[in-house]
């Protein structure tokens, strides 16, 4: 094994130590890269080198059969998508997918105590949201209403929305909640990412062998940020953020940022709607002239 230092080509670690990721080679199988902190979260089953072992070994057969019904699916390559919550070891997480290039990548979460009642609500919630934002007339009118509703389900203490110019320079179009002045998470447009804790050193990827090319981690929920986007929101007073990307016209439009000042990670009822929330809002803005 070895480590691999910052794939993605910024400075600094290249994951936030929250929780897990496991990267699949697509045509062996096998896993072929993970995070340090992996063993952590296998199941009670697995131990010793896991390398080259296949993902029902790793964490599991009902992670493995649900990960079998959706990784044909193409848009794996461009969102994540939550397979739900699975008992790993001895600590319930939920888990996600994403394709990367060749690899099959799962990300495991620790699920807190009120994950699973809460996700319940979600699909009422993706309906209350669609039924909001329907008749609204304009972007400016579409997104004051997604702050209100996002900050009040989500729990984060600001909700802001923001349009990007061509060369990424953000607008603001509405803020729900209290007045934080950071514009950090206009700069992830790969759709949904969050930093949890701004004070944590985080974690490197570790390698079946040097020669292993790891993809683009760009999807990874768990990908950290650059160092200097971390000391500007503690400078603000932000501890925790995440961010939301929006598409028009195939080209990147806008972004929600959530930001909180103490450390959190989002549970599973948010990640979920706003897992569903951005092809919603991207329909939406598409019908808009």
Known sequence: MVLESDPCGEHGPTLQDFG?????????????????????????????????????????????HSVRNVQTLPTLANRPRTLGLFQLGRQRCIVMVFRAADFLVLETIPASTDDEPAAIGVLNDVQLVADAILDASDPEELFDRLTSFVRTMSGYHSVQAYRLSDNFAPTCLATSGRSIVTEVGTRHVHHFSFLVDASSPGQELIKIDEGLRVPSLELATARTIQSGAIHELRRNGVAACASLSFRRRGRNWGVLQLLHQAPRVPNRRTQLVLEHLSPLVEQRLEAMS
């Open 20 to 64: 897990a990721l496991f990267g699949f080679e697509l045509a062996s199988e096998r896993l072929v890269f993970a995070s340090q902190n992996a063993p952590d979260f296998l199941t009670e089953t697995q131990d010793g080198d896991i390398f080259s072992s296949k993902v029902a070994q790793i964490l599991g057969s009902k992670v493995s």
